[in-house]
């Protein structure tokens, strides 16, 4: 049986996140079913990695096999045939049987944008965090270099039996974007343009992420944006310093899984 690999761009505001569920619309379950007029019957899928309600991805990996074989430029027209338009097959390839989208992930690369204009924006509200307030970004950009290295990431994440091992690594933390502390709206410098001086984004890329990681080393750099927590309480909470704790998780339509690579 041909095994297919999937790249997946969708926009996570209507859904319960990647992962079908009972009661709610996920993207695994409306993707699955996008292949039963081609299987005649819905597909197995496996992600490289689950993403929560309101998360949205532009690369999410997913493979699963198949009992046709068609051409990767057949399978991609006829599934987004299929699809509505906040689901996209980007890419298909057809792989080995012995490629796992989550098993062989090596490095996943998530983006948390800031929307710092003083009205929010109708083109991004859904895909940024809207901050009209002034932050000390500077001190946010040195507290997310903590991040970066092998650490037990519990503190940033939530009980969960299915993982073996809280501690991951991330390999590096970036921004994107204007790294003005604020940008005044209407002032001619490029608001239409693809990325507006208002939108600011961190990026982190690291081999693996627990449940709800991102979103909440995102809530504690607010923390100290917002001048609630130092800098350096990143790396105290990372240590176990009791006096420190991670602040509230971020919420989700600022977060994009950008990538997975193998």
Known sequence: MPRLKLTVEYDGTEYAGWQAQANARS?????????????GQPAQLHAAGRTDAGVHALGQVVHTDV????????????LNAHL?????????????????????????LYHYAFWRGRVESTRWRRYSLHVPQPLDWEAMREAAQHFVGRHDFAPFSVADRTVQTTVRTIRRVTWH???????????GSGNASFSPPELLAVAFYGDGFLRYQVRRMVGTLLAVGQGRLPAAAVAGILCG????AAAATAPAQ????M???Y
Request: no cysteine.
């Open 177 to 187: 974007g204007d790294f003005a502390p604020e940008v005044p709206d209407g002032d």
């Open 259 to 261: 990538q997975v690579d």
């Open 84 to 108: 509505p338009p906040d689901i996209r097959v980007r890419q298909v390839a057809v792989v080995g049987a012995d490629f796992h989208a989550r098993k062989l992930a090596r490095g996943k």
């Open 67 to 78: 009992h046709q074989v068609r051409t990767p430029d057949t399978w991609r027209a006829a």
């Open 254 to 257: 600022g977060l994009t899984l």
């Open 241 to 244: 310093a009791k006096e420190f």
């Open 27 to 39: 993207i695994q379950a409306v993707l699955a079913a996008a292949f039963a007029p081609l299987l």
